[in-house]
């Protein structure tokens, strides 16, 4: 179930900046204010949000070790969650955060399983950022084309065991009903797409154990 093609969906912004500028967004802008090539040469760095291809995969590994290196709570296996997904062709999406042709950070969505059966239901994360390229908004922008791409593939739900306010802002929430065994309520996140929220116990995919991460998996997920 996993998407190709390196290009599908860009998402482009400017360093520093909040505003986030789709594809739709950039072809109106070019039809206001048609760029040349001066302009563009003097123009911010921009960030393109893509597919993975088989050439970042050394990349995306040097990213997530990086993002995770100094984090305390962290075991320091995400790199291997990321390749038992990819090695189990269960990694529904793998996005690229890509800066003047340099990967700088890298999100993972994978399929979850619901306890009621309920389908279409993925799991968030790892998401990470280089260390000198955190606090600019990356990850926000990773985590909205992932959403956004999750939605086009008819997903019903995304969750995630993360930071009690972080990911409030894409709205998450605590999840009446719906759990993750071994995990506090307080950082297990759910966000239906279609109104309904599951009720049971949600197990992230067996990847998530890989080279010692706890049974379940899930709690150590976003570096950005």
């Given at each position: 179930?996993?998407?190709?093609?390196?290009?599908?969906?860009?998402?482009?912004?400017?360093?520093?900046?909040?505003?986030?500028?789709?594809?739709?967004?950039?072809?109106?802008?070019?039809?206001?204010?048609?760029?040349?090539?001066?302009?563009?040469?003097?123009?911010?760095?921009?960030?393109?949000?893509?597919?993975?291809?088989?050439?970042?995969?050394?990349?995306?590994?040097d990213?997530?070790?990086?993002?995770?290196?100094?984090?305390?709570?962290?075991?320091?296996?995400?790199?291997?969650?990321?390749?038992?997904?990819?090695?189990?062709?269960?990694?529904?999406?793998?996005?690229?955060?890509?800066?003047?042709?340099?990967?700088?950070?890298?999100?993972?969505?994978?399929?979850?399983?619901?306890?009621?059966?309920?389908?279409?239901?993925?799991?968030?994360?790892?998401?990470?950022?280089?260390?000198?390229?955190?606090?600019?908004?990356?990850?926000?922008?990773?985590?909205?084309?992932?959403?956004?791409?999750?939605?086009?593939?008819?997903?019903?739900?995304?969750c995630?065991?993360?930071?009690?306010?972080?990911?409030r802002k894409?709205?998450?929430?605590?999840?009446?009903?719906l759990?993750?065994?071994?995990?506090?309520?307080?950082?297990?996140?759910?966000?239906?797409?279609?109104?309904?929220?599951?009720?049971?116990?949600?197990?992230?995919?067996e990847?998530?154990?890989?080279?010692?991460?706890?049974?379940?998996?899930?709690?150590?997920?976003?570096?950005?």
């Amino acid at each position: 179930m996993r998407q190709t093609g390196p290009h599908c969906h860009c998402l482009l912004y400017p360093l520093n900046s909040p505003k986030i500028v789709t594809e739709s967004r950039m072809r109106h802008e070019k039809k206001r204010w048609p760029r040349t090539k001066e302009k563009d040469e003097t123009m911010n760095p921009k960030i393109v949000i893509r597919n993975e291809t088989p050439d970042d995969v050394g990349a995306i590994r040097d990213v997530t070790v990086a993002a995770f290196k100094t984090l305390e709570i962290s075991q320091h296996t995400e790199q291997f969650i990321v390749e038992a997904l990819r090695a189990a062709k269960d990694l529904t999406l793998s996005l690229v955060a890509e800066m003047d042709c340099r990967v700088v950070g890298h999100i993972a969505f994978s399929p979850v399983t619901i306890s009621d059966g309920t389908p279409n239901w993925y799991g968030l994360g790892p998401v990470s950022v280089l260390p000198e390229y955190q606090r600019k908004g990356i990850g926000t922008a990773l985590i909205e084309e992932g959403l956004s791409r999750l939605k086009d593939l008819n997903a019903r739900g995304c969750c995630l065991v993360g930071h009690p306010e972080y990911y409030r802002k894409f709205g998450f929430k605590n999840p009446s009903g719906l759990m993750h065994e071994g995990v506090p309520p307080e950082v297990f996140f759910a966000l239906s797409f279609d109104g309904h929220i599951p009720q049971g116990t949600v197990t992230f995919h067996e990847a998530f154990k890989a080279d010692g991460q706890r049974e379940g998996g899930g709690d150590v997920l976003q570096r950005a």
